[in-house]
């Protein structure tokens, strides 16, 4: 099945700095792909959907300026979480689409992130 | 909106038994709903997919129904085992590939 990464698993940074997370499409190019955060036994919430070549599209609440997304590839799309502070301490999960008939999400491992 | 509610949140059973985890969604306007375990401090690993043209998929012990006019999902997991133990989420898949997912229903089996 077509796989999923991510990296880091887990990173911890300090408040106010900023951290980036990867998430790539190891077997198949990811024309879509999702970030999505999960904060302790909650779901998962959509935070952005961003297009191979675009800019992301953000879900209502979350702040782009702080959020940054980029996916300037087909198997490369990065989170950038600017300026953290604590409460962004959470589960970030991305998820990659191929586009195909099927539409079916395939999903990265996750990181966590906490910040001091 | 989409709103996707999972019953029940937590559900405990001993091993052996036969379940059944119910989910529904508000619009029945979608692509395809798919169910998904997770492991505590994991990530999602996909159970089943069912397209909206379809009424059920099944997996190993994993059966997956949909009726989408009516809007509710069931995943029946056949013979539990402790292994089995996780949260399982439903999602629901709708316009642009987005999925809206549940709360999820938490699964203990207890040996």
């Known amino acids: 099945g077509a796989v999923v990464s991510q990296h880091p698993s887990r990173v911890i940074c300090k408040s106010g700095t900023s951290v980036k997370i990867e998430c790539r499409s190891l077997?198949?190019?990811?024309?879509?792909m999702f970030w999505y955060r999960q904060f302790p036994k909650q779901s998962l919430m959509l935070m952005a959907t961003?297009?191979?070549?675009?800019?992301?599209?953000?879900e209502q609440g979350v702040e782009k300026d702080k959020f940054l997304i980029n996916h300037a590839s087909l198997t490369l799309s990065t989170l950038t979480v600017t300026s953290a502070h604590p409460e962004d301490s959470s589960f970030y999960i991305c998820s990659a689409t191929s586009g195909s008939f099927s539409y079916e999400q395939y999903f990265g491992p996750g990181t966590r992130l906490t910040v001091t | 909106k989409q709103e996707v509610t999972q019953i029940p949140a937590a559900l405990s059973v001993p091993e052996g038994e036969n379940l059944v985890l119910n989910c529904s969604f508000t619009d029945s306007a979608i692509y395809n709903l798919q169910w998904f375990r997770q492991d505590p401090g994991k990530g999602l690993t996909s159970l089943l997919l069912?397209?909206?043209?379809?009424r059920e998929q099944t997996s190993g012990r994993l059966n997956a129904s949909l009726d989408k006019s009516s809007g509710r999902s069931t995943l029946y997991i056949a013979a539990s085992q402790p292994g089995d133990s996780a949260t399982y989420l439903c999602a629901v898949g709708g316009s642009g590939s987005r999925l809206t997912f549940g709360e999820g229903t938490q699964l203990t089996v207890n040996p």
């Open positions: 961003s297009n191979e070549g675009s800019k992301a599209t953000y």
């Open positions: 077997d198949f190019q990811a024309t879509t």
């Open positions: 069912i397209q909206s043209s379809q």
